[in-house]
C-alpha cells in the first residue's frame, strides 16, 4: 500500500476565512502570532473533515503557512492534533516572498515521490505551465479557493477522492 498523499495545508484564505460556505455554524477565537493575538474565524465541520481524513490515514498533513512557528496554537484553538511543519522559522524569517517558500515545499514533497495536495489562496499557482508540471501524472491535486470562502464541502470531497485514488 501506498503511503497517503501529504497535504500542504495553509490557514488565512484557508481555513480562517470571512465568509466561509459550510452552513450557519462559524466559530471565532484568537490565536497568539509573534506576540500579537489575530481573531481567526472558521466552520467547525471544516475542521472536523480534515480530522478525519487526517486521522483516518487518507492524508498527512502539513501546515504550510506562515503560521508554521505558531501552528501549535492553531491545532489547540481549532482542536487538530500536532501536524508536522514545512515551513521552519529560520525559513520565514529569511524569505522575501512566501509563496516561493511554499513552492518549494511542495516541490519537495514530490522529489521525495510522495503524492501531493496543495490548498493555498495564493501560492497555489493559477492554471499554466507550472500548474501542468505539478500535476503531471495524477501526482498532484492544487486547491486555490476564494480567499474570502475557503475550502467548500465540494474541495474536501476531492481531497478525499484524490486520497482514495492514489491508495491504491
Same mark, same amino acid.
Given at each position: 500500500?501506498?503511503?497517503?498523499?501529504?497535504?500542504?495545508?495553509?490557514?488565512?484564505?484557508?481555513?480562517?476565512?470571512?465568509? &466561509?460556505?459550510?452552513? &450557519?455554524? +462559524?466559530?471565532?477565537?484568537? /490565536?497568539?502570532?509573534?506576540?500579537?493575538?489575530?481573531?481567526?474565524?472558521?466552520?467547525?465541520?471544516?475542521?472536523? !473533515?480534515? !480530522?478525519?481524513?487526517?486521522?483516518?490515514?487518507?492524508?498527512?498533513?502539513?501546515?504550510?503557512?506562515?503560521?508554521?512557528?505558531?501552528?501549535?496554537?492553531?491545532?489547540? +484553538?481549532?482542536?487538530?492534533?500536532?501536524?508536522? !511543519?514545512?515551513?521552519?522559522?529560520?525559513?520565514?524569517?529569511?524569505?522575501?516572498?512566501?509563496?516561493?517558500?511554499?513552492?518549494? /515545499?511542495?516541490?519537495?514533497?514530490?522529489?521525495?515521490?510522495?503524492?501531493?495536495?496543495?490548498?493555498?489562496?495564493?501560492?497555489?499557482?493559477?492554471?499554466? &505551465? +507550472?500548474?501542468?508540471?505539478?500535476?503531471?501524472?495524477?501526482?498532484?491535486?492544487?486547491?486555490?479557493?476564494?480567499?474570502?470562502?475557503?475550502?467548500?464541502? !465540494?474541495?474536501?470531497?476531492?481531497?478525499?477522492?484524490?486520497?482514495?485514488?492514489?491508495?491504491?
Amino acid at each position: 500500500m501506498r503511503r497517503p498523499p501529504v497535504w500542504l495545508l495553509d490557514v488565512d484564505g484557508v481555513i480562517n476565512t470571512r465568509r &466561509p460556505l459550510w452552513g &450557519p455554524q +462559524l466559530c471565532r477565537g484568537v /490565536a497568539r502570532s509573534e506576540g500579537v493575538d489575530w481573531p481567526l474565524r472558521w466552520a467547525p465541520a471544516l475542521i472536523t !473533515r480534515i !480530522r478525519r481524513l487526517s486521522a483516518a490515514g487518507l492524508v498527512e498533513v502539513r501546515w504550510c503557512s506562515t503560521w508554521c512557528p505558531d501552528a501549535d496554537a492553531l491545532e489547540r +484553538l481549532f482542536g487538530l492534533p500536532a501536524y508536522a !511543519r514545512a515551513l521552519t522559522p529560520a525559513d520565514l524569517d529569511t524569505a522575501e516572498d512566501t509563496d516561493l517558500l511554499k513552492l518549494a /515545499a511542495a516541490r519537495r514533497v514530490l522529489a521525495a515521490r510522495r503524492r501531493l495536495i496543495w490548498t493555498d489562496d495564493t501560492a497555489v499557482p493559477l492554471p499554466g &505551465p +507550472l500548474a501542468t508540471a505539478l500535476t503531471a501524472g495524477g501526482r498532484a491535486l492544487l486547491i486555490r479557493p476564494h480567499p474570502r470562502r475557503g475550502l467548500r464541502p !465540494r474541495d474536501l470531497t476531492r481531497i478525499e477522492e484524490f486520497a482514495h485514488r492514489t491508495r491504491s
